[in-house]
């Protein structure tokens, strides 16, 4: 068969030449001297190879811990992400998920994990020269994230509307617990609070004792990476029209979509869904094992009807089987066809035992090979060691050695999860210290000479 | 008002979660959505509660129709060599292709990234397998819910004396789209800039270890494996969810430092909030358990919002533990209409997430309820293929094209 006959509906794109984009002069790529960025050579050079991403895109990123997924997505896919930090470092990265002894910024997991790929200057906004060096970078960069109470920005003059009028194509992407206005806007969140006034902690957990958080904190993470697809539609736009906005995330909205079908459900049938630990909820409000135990540990594993789930059910019953280990009610149910609304609490009681006896003869490492082979539908519940020596991931190239100094080794992170034409972009850089890019990121947006930027920094601006 | 992506067109074969909840955020911004549907095969949410009136039935599932507003519907027959002639026409016309089936099932339909690049060579293909489509455990088959364990969220939640818990629902179906969604944008930037198109070939579990970063490293630098810890945290005390009065009401409170304690205990007003082995962040920690127990005691006396409030008035992290009703009613969201409400044809007046984020100049321009399957077909195929109305109609009855209302 013959194509679709372009001519008629295809639309071939009309390629924009990225000076004629910015107004203003605002965007310059023969400007952005990549060699003053330090770049880890492997992640840089395979981006350029495989495609251009945001490589025009620079980015000013002002966020505390609530946002540094947003400049962390947009840095993986090519921009180029400067973190502005207060000169003596903000104490709350200090606080939590530290390695190693005594609060440190340089330490915190979160930071270390969250600002791979990004350069960082140091710049004090209280002070009325900081805010001056901030408003002139501001004019040279296409996006400014921030995650600042409601309020501070403005009180400092910086915020969307002091600079849209010195550069009108910015996207200013602002992270907030619960957006910009509305009555619970100043309110106070930790992730564990965030969590629970946006929901998925009231579904989390075992049912005789309170909601239980995830074990690492995740709320901020959602609105992070959230925030980076609303600038980069943003940008989108902007880019093709020279206008820009202000992209209002709110960390509470960002874990909605984490309720699944628990809202949808007590809005169409007015059942509440609550938390049942390690299973899950079947037919007419029944119970069944997600997380088994098994030898070393636990798998994640459901019994499903429906046709992938029906031969997920044939398959193990087979194995089972050859095992020596058959069950009748595993093995001759139809489960393809199997209207779990008929489940009775007896059968269930039925499955799970055969099912359970030999999932602990097994390892999650051998339950999880011989489900793939037979296409079961079974995953281990891998803990981070595990995670780290997976064939899957290794062979895929899916971590990216780095030199972490004070281990003075090298430690894998993981890339990006997406491979662009059978490639990982690459990881540009270990997360920076502190102010190691002062000299090259003032000089090259502001022209500052390293003279002026001792001033500065013996003034307390920097 | 228009959408950004106004123009932009998109075939997608996606399904479930992941693809649907990626493609919502083209779609919510006007580019132009076929969802490429096989009655035959039907999604899996489509089969899924909640339904209208607890039945079930093709069209009348909340849960799919909050999936896939904004976008349109094409039934047709893809073990059918017709259905696959007029998919393939449909790939002349798109900007992006997007899929979420298991690795290998495009490439046998004919539909692989090759076979794309013949017809349309600038097209933009994302695929979201769960696993991508490349590496040794490639094959592996599954949903959201069975993947967290193999990202690592099922190990670190829960009790420390109990079976993991399981983050509700397929957590990692929550986290993926972003990814792709962020991927695939700036594939059309690059696109709109060069002319060229590409491949994403996005991974859901690797999506999901992007949020556990923190714990890969942790386990390299200091070799140690973390456990389960319920609520706590590493540093802060007073870190929990606490009982309040009322059936399976909770608040959740964390103190961050001194200066929050001493406010609290304010607020708290009785002997043991004044106890000296309190005052310091570490002496509280030390006593985790008898603080929990002595704030427990406390907050069971009161409403979860009661609690809230008294505590955020004076800037001390806490919030109701809210459930899906508490949601729905929560003034802070309405006011941003993060809950979308519309009403479908089979699924009746439903909820709909909207997104995290409002954008000042484009807010979504319109709200269109999903589509009952096959729902645009004579559509797609009159208007946008040019199909004369007979040979519609033909293979309508012949099966190849599907329309289920």
């Known amino acids: ?462 | 008002m228009s959408g950004i992506l106004e123009g932009v067109r998109v075939l997608d074969f996606s399904w479930v979660i992941v693809g649907p909840r990626t493609v919502r955020y083209l779609s919510d911004q006007g580019a132009t959505v076929i969802k490429v549907e096989n009655a035959d095969h039907p999604c899996v949410l489509r089969q899924s509660p909640p339904y209208k009136d607890g039945k079930s039935g093709i069209n009348t599932s909340a849960y799919f129709a909050a999936q896939n507003p904004n976008k349109m519907s094409l039934g047709v027959d893809l073990a059918r060599a017709e259905g696959i002639e007029i998919v393939k026409r449909l790939v002349g016309w798109a900007d992006v292709v997007t899929e979420s089936f298991a690795p290998g099932v495009m490439e046998k339909l004919g539909l692989g990234y090759e076979d794309m690049k013949k017809i349309r060579p600038d097209i933009l293909f994302l695929r979201m397998n769960m696993l991508g489509a490349a590496g040794p455990r490639a094959s592996a088959r599954g949903y959201g819910f069975q993947l967290v364990g193999y990202s690592g969220f099922t190990d670190i939640t829960g009790w420390p004396d109990r079976v993991p818990a399981q983050p509700f629902g397929p957590y990692t179906d929550g986290i993926a789209p972003r990814f792709a969604a962020a991927a695939l944008l700036t594939g059309l930037i690059h696109r709109r800039r060069t002319g060229e198109g590409a491949c994403i070939d996005l991974s859901q579990h690797e999506s999901g270890i992007q949020f556990l970063i923190p714990i890969l490293l942790e386990r390299q630098i200091t070799g140690k494996a973390r456990g389960r810890v319920g609520n706590s945290h590493p540093s802060f005390s007073p870190h929990g969810v606490y009982p309040c009065q009322g059936k399976e009401r909770w608040v959740a409170i964390a103190i961050t430092n001194d200066e929050q304690w001493e406010k609290f205990a304010g607020v708290v007003g009785e002997e043991w909030a004044n106890d000296e082995q309190f005052s310091s962040s570490a002496g509280r920690k030390r006593n985790e358990e008898r603080i929990n127990d002595l704030v427990s005691r406390w907050t069971k006396k009161r409403t979860p919002e009661e609690i809230t409030e008294l505590l955020q008035r004076r800037g001390i992290p806490a919030g109701v533990v809210q459930n899906s009703q508490d949601l729905v009613r929560d003034p802070q969201l309405s006011l941003r209409e993060a809950i979308w409400y519309l009403d479908h044809e089979g699924a009746g007046r439903h909820a709909v997430y909207g997104q995290g984020f409002i954008l000042s100049e484009n807010p979504v321009p319109s709200k269109k309820a999903a589509p009952r399957l096959g729902e645009d077909t004579f559509y797609v195929c009159k208007e946008i293929l040019g199909m004369p109305d007979e040979e519609i109609a033909t293979l309508l009855g012949a099966g190849v094209l599907q329309m289920v209302l």
């Open chain 1, 1 to 462: 068969m013959g194509g679709f006959p372009l001519s008629r509906v295809g639309k071939t794109p009309s390629v924009v030449n990225p000076a004629e984009r910015w107004p203003g002069g605002l965007f310059d790529p023969g400007k952005i001297d990549s060699g003053s960025h330090e770049v880890g050579i492997e992640g840089d050079e395979s981006m350029k190879k495989i495609w251009d991403g945001l490589s025009s895109v620079r980015v000013l990123d002002l966020s505390t811990e609530s946002g540094f997924m947003c400049g962390k997505m947009m840095a993986d896919l090519g921009a180029d992400v400067i973190k502005v930090e207060p000169p003596e470092g903000a104490q709350t990265y200090a606080s939590a998920h530290l390695y190693g002894d005594g609060p440190s910024q340089d330490k915190g997991l979160h930071w270390i994990a969250y600002n791979t790929g990004k350069r960082c200057i140091t710049l004090n906004l209280d002070s009325e020269e900081g805010r001056r060096l901030f408003l002139g970078l501001a004019g040279k960069v296409q996006v400014v994230v921030e995650s600042f109470p409601p309020g501070k920005m403005r009180e400092w003059r910086l915020d969307y509307e002091d600079l849209c009028k010195i550069n009108p194509a910015l996207i200013y992407t602002s992270i907030t617990p619960f957006g910009r206005t509305g009555p619970l806007k100043d309110y106070q969140v930790t992730d564990l609070v965030a969590m629970a006034m946006g929901g998925p902690l009231f579904l989390t957990g075992d049912a005789d004792r309170p909601p239980v958080q995830i074990g690492y904190p995740q709320a901020y993470l959602h609105a992070g990476a959230e925030a980076c697809v609303g600038t980069l539609l943003a940008l989108y736009k902007a880019e093709a029209t020279g206008e820009g906005q202000l992209v209002d995330v709110s960390i509470q909205e960002s874990l909605l979509t984490s309720n699944f079908n628990a809202v949808y459900t007590w809005v169409t049938e007015q059942i509440l869904l609550t938390r049942m630990g390690s299973s899950r909820m079947v037919g007419r409000q029944l119970e069944m094992p997600l997380t088994w135990p098994c030898k070393d540990g636990f798998v994640d594993f459901a019994v499903l009807g429906g046709a992938s789930g029906g031969k997920t059910m044939k398959n193990l019953a087979q194995w089972m089987e050859e095992e020596g280990m058959e069950d009748d009610t595993v093995g001759s149910t139809d489960w393809g066809s199997f209207d779990f609304y008929g489940l009775t609490t007896e059968m269930v009681d039925r499955v799970i035992k055969p099912i359970t006896r030999f999932f602990s003869k097994h390892t999650k490492e051998e339950l999880f090979e011989g489900s793939i082979k037979r296409g079961i539908m079974l995953f281990p519940a891998a803990d981070a060691g595990q995670i780290l020596t997976d064939p899957h991931l290794k062979e895929k190239g899916f971590w990216q050695e780095m030199e972490y100094p004070e281990k003075n080794e090298k430690i894998a992170f993981p890339r990006p999860p997406f491979r662009i034409n059978d490639q990982y972009p690459g990881l540009r850089t270990k997360a920076p210290v502190r102010g190691e890019h002062n000299g090259a990121v003032y000089g090259e947006l502001l022209c500052l000479s390293a003279k002026t930027l001792e001033n500065f920094k013996q003034n307390g601006v920097l």
